[in-house]
């Protein structure tokens, strides 16, 4: 497997680095004949673009995304996939390598700096190169394809923890998310995550976040067990992402003070008109032995504090020497506000993967009911 792609059937590889001319990707493994513009991708490069509020990095990218192969449009009628690979991109317009020219031999803690120099045995320091947030808005873009592989799933994400302040879930508000800057399903919790962030903005500070996605509409039997499981494939696919530190399903690490009784999600016979058991709790977050079941599968992940500050940290250079770093250029405080249309991306994807997967094993029928 490449180490700049990932998925099995349908599969996307990434391109491009934070100050070179572009990024892209290319989608290979879509069914042909899905209705396709543009603006269906469009839409979620949007709800990702930097720049659209003081909370987030200044740097003013317009994030337009051209579809350059694997589509036809013939005689007026819909463009549509060809089967054939797809080919994404979208130009760089904003940078400012100038700012970085201070750290081109010092370390900046937190960052992949040392890393990357120590495994390729050089690195770019504009803006990061390729380990920069900058590559996520090729995995939004390939995002929007994979929506269109499963349009009878609903992927929505949230962020419902900034720094040390978490939501409260007795307002969760859907309608909410998408009227603050924060993707903040609980109005209060915006209100004071805004007087927080205004703070760790102005010291030149940052903090992290913890970001929910819930995927509806996904039926039972998708993924596999053992080495194919789909919650072991979103939890990779999540700390695959840029800052991520943590990945948990359903109720992750909580389970570990539950009793088996209290875990367990009990079922009761089909209601009227549904095809499978009624499960009465979702602690295992949709997925049971790496196979979903037909309930909402929930993942949550941990991102941490944008390393990009303006505070003095101890580093070294590249030839040891000790040194203090501040880092300047353009960061967001929190970057686990643009990361949560880049966890519903990740999810979007695995679930296409997964749903190719299944129906080349099985056939696109359901395996519910079971025959008697």
């Known amino acids: 497997m490449s180490h700049n792609t990932f998925g099995h059937v349908f599969r996307v590889t990434t391109f491009g680095e934070s100050h070179g001319p572009a990024i892209g990707c290319v989608v290979d493994g879509c069914p042909p004949g899905l209705p396709i513009e543009a603006a269906d991708l469009q839409r979620?490069?949007?709800?990702?673009?930097?720049?659209?509020?003081?909370f987030t990095t200044q740097r003013q990218e317009p994030d337009l995304v051209k579809i350059l192969s694997g589509v036809f449009r013939e005689d007026g009628r819909p463009q549509v996939t060809t089967g054939a690979p797809i080919a994404l991109l979208v130009e760089n317009v904003d940078q400012r390598?100038?700012?970085?020219?201070?750290?081109?031999?010092?370390?900046?803690?937190?960052?992949?700096?040392?890393t990357y120099d120590a495994k390729y045995g050089l690195r770019d320091y504009r803006g990061g190169g390729r380990s920069s947030a900058r590559e996520t808005a090729m995995r939004v873009a390939a995002g929007g394809?994979?929506?269109?592989?499963v349009p009878g799933v609903t992927i929505r994400g949230a962020l419902v923890q900034m720094g040390p302040h978490a939501i409260d879930r007795a307002r969760w508000d859907d309608a909410e998310i998408d009227r603050n800057p924060f993707f903040c399903p609980d109005p209060v919790a915006a209100a004071?995550?805004?007087?927080?962030?205004?703070?760790?903005?102005?010291?030149?500070?940052?903090?992290?976040?913890v970001v929910e996605v819930t995927a509806t509409g996904v039926p039972p039997g998708w993924g596999a067990p053992v080495y194919g499981k789909l919650d072991a494939e979103i939890a990779s696919a999540l700390m695959s992402v840029n800052a991520v530190k943590a990945v948990e399903i359903g109720d992750g690490m909580a389970v570990a003070s539950l009793t088996g009784e209290e875990n367990a999600d009990e079922m009761r016979a089909p209601v009227a008109g549904a095809e499978h058991p009624t499960f009465l709790t979702n602690h295992a977050g949709g997925i049971l032995g790496g196979i979903s079941t037909g309930q909402p599968v929930v993942a949550r992940f941990a991102v941490k504090p944008t390393s990009s500050i303006l505070t003095p940290l101890r580093a070294v250079t590249r030839t040891g020497v000790e040194v203090d770093v501040r880092t300047k250029g353009r960061h967001d405080p929190c970057v686990g506000?643009?990361?949560v249309p880049v966890g519903e991306a990740m999810i979007a994807i695995v679930l296409a993967d997964a749903f190719l997967r299944h129906r080349a094993q099985t056939g696109s029928g359901s395996p519910w009911p079971i025959a008697t």
């Open 44 to 54: 979620w490069l949007e709800k990702r673009r930097p720049g659209q509020s003081r």
């Open 97 to 114: 390598s100038k700012d970085y020219g201070e750290i081109r031999d010092r370390y900046r803690p937190g960052h992949a700096d040392f």
């Open 145 to 149: 394809v994979a929506r269109l592989v």
């Open 192 to 209: 004071a995550w805004a007087e927080y962030l205004d703070g760790i903005r102005k010291s030149g500070s940052s903090c992290g976040a």
């Open 337 to 339: 506000i643009r990361a």
